[in-house]
């Protein structure tokens, strides 16, 4: 009888029993049943987010790029991907509306997101190989949960293949952790620090949207309810609010943990005595920038000495599971049931891949539209084909169990170098052609051969080298 007197007198004060100030205790006690919304909590302030004095550290080349504009007349490419909460940030409203307003010299932004049901970083590897790597963005964002060795692993594949700046924000408060409320700041599914040292260690700007949508809680006397439209989703209020989060991170006059160059630099290109065009560079990918003309030339793309067909570097579409296939269970979709991503293995050859359901217990045949019949393999073994182009890892292969018989997935390999490059066309027509990507990041020698007599208008190549090197 004490300890519920007890209970109740704290609860008056607005504490929880251990003296901590807490909204869960008093709305467990006060409020029979929560109460969503999607705008702003009634009679509550407009969130104004802060950034702290280390924000933006990570995020020089973004920085420089929203200041400064572009090297090229593209737009600021963007990546997300993630769960549904990635999803109910927007489509890049919100980059597109702000980012003007405050960077009066940006590129255009174009956004660009891959979301899954519940999906964790877990699968977003695959995806990051298949879509995000290709694209070469110039940041991602992945707001979604997940073990942290499998963000680290994530990390790791974009920071050995892209010059992107990443943002990790911190998952929002939601009904499911509210008894965790004034007692840690992890949720049931997300270890906070854990996820912070994994950004910390690969330079990723971490963003403290828990902490901070948690003080806006608590400042203003509010459930957590108030700024979800379900027991789980943020409302189009709290999406706000974490957009809003990550932007605080945009300061300009932030102190860079890198250097510029050291990622992403301009270098100009030799003639010699024979018309032929070369460059030294170290990265994983070049582009020229250049300038049309009727008496423009074309030249064949060599990088070190290889032609494109000989050049080991290819990339790989998204494997797109076919629309009809089987949906099983509540609100699925064939996107969510599917390998995420594919290995590529040893004397590959650019086609067209067909991963065929055979069972309705994992069984499937792989088939090259160029070699064939490849393999049979099962999606919760590990697997790679007769020929040893193409592996599978099933810890890649999401909801695998869902898959029934005639369900099927296709996806293409394509070389990563151009192999010709022509300069003809209108009088002084500026264009941009990546002529190389997915190198080895290491030295490479850049020629480019005239194989019909013309013009070269070069204004300069562009590399990129990527932090961490391939294993």
């Not at 099983?328 to 067909?354: A, K, Y």
Request: charged share 25%.
């Amino acid at each position: 009888m004490k300890q519920i007197l007890l209970i109740a007198f704290l609860t008056l004060l607005g504490l929880a029993p251990n003296g901590v100030k807490s909204q869960e205790t008093e709305r467990s006690l006060v409020t029979d049943e929560p109460v969503f919304s999607m705008g702003k909590p009634e009679g509550a302030p407009e969130y104004v987010a802060k950034a702290g004095p280390e924000a933006g550290q990570y995020l020089a080349l973004t920085m420089h790029k929203l200041q400064n504009g572009l090297e090229t007349n593209r737009p600021l490419l963007i990546w997300a991907i993630g769960s549904s909460y990635t999803n109910m940030l927007g489509s890049g409203e919100f980059w597109q509306e702000e980012i003007p307003k405050r960077f009066p010299n940006a590129p255009q932004i174009r956004y660009e997101k891959m979301v899954g049901n519940s999906c964790p970083w877990q699968y977003l590897r695959g995806w990051a190989r298949h879509l995000v790597i290709p694209d070469q963005p110039d940041l991602v964002i992945t707001y979604t949960l997940g073990k942290p060795e499998d963000l680290e692993k994530l990390i790791v594949e974009l920071r050995t293949q892209t010059t992107a700046d990443i943002i990790v924000p911190s998952i929002h408060w939601r009904m499911r952790g509210q008894d965790m409320w004034g007692k840690s700041e992890n949720s049931p599914d997300q270890d906070i620090e854990a996820v912070r040292e994994v950004c910390r260690k690969y330079d990723v700007e971490f963003v403290e949207s828990r902490r901070d949508w948690a003080a806006y809680l608590e400042e203003n006397n509010l459930p957590i309810e108030s700024l979800l439209k379900d027991a789980v989703h943020q409302s189009d209020y709290g999406a706000q609010i974490i957009n809003s989060n990550i932007f605080a991170h945009f300061q300009p006059d932030a102190t860079s943990s890198y250097a510029l160059e050291s990622r992403e630099r301009v270098i100009q290109a030799e003639v010699g005595e024979d018309g032929k065009l070369s460059a030294v560079f170290t990265g994983t990918r070049i582009d020229l920038i250049g300038r049309k003309s009727p008496e423009g030339g074309t030249f064949q793309v060599l990088i070190d000495g290889k032609t494109d067909s000989e050049t080991e570097a290819f990339l790989m579409s998204y494997v797109l599971p076919d629309p009809k296939n089987a949906k099983v269970g509540r609100g699925s979709n064939p996107r969510d049931q599917s390998p995420h991503g594919v290995i590529l293995g040893e004397d590959v050859v650019p086609q067209e891949w067909t991963i065929t359901m055979t069972s309705d217990e994992g069984d499937y045949r792989i088939e090259g539209s160029v070699t064939g019949v490849d393999g049979e393999g099962n999606a919760f073994e590990a697997f790679k084909s007769n020929s040893g182009q193409i592996e599978i890892d099933p810890y890649l292969w999401r909801r695998a169990e869902r898959n029934r018989t005639g369900d099927f997935f296709t996806f293409e390999v394509k070389r990563a170098v151009l192999n010709e490059i022509s300069f003809e066309g209108a009088e002084g027509e500026e264009f941009v052609v990546r002529l190389a990507q997915l190198l080895l990041n290491e030295e490479h020698t850049l020629e480019l051969v005239p194989i019909k007599n013309g013009s070269a208008d070069i204004d300069f190549l562009q590399v990129f080298e990527p932090p961490l090197k391939r294993e």
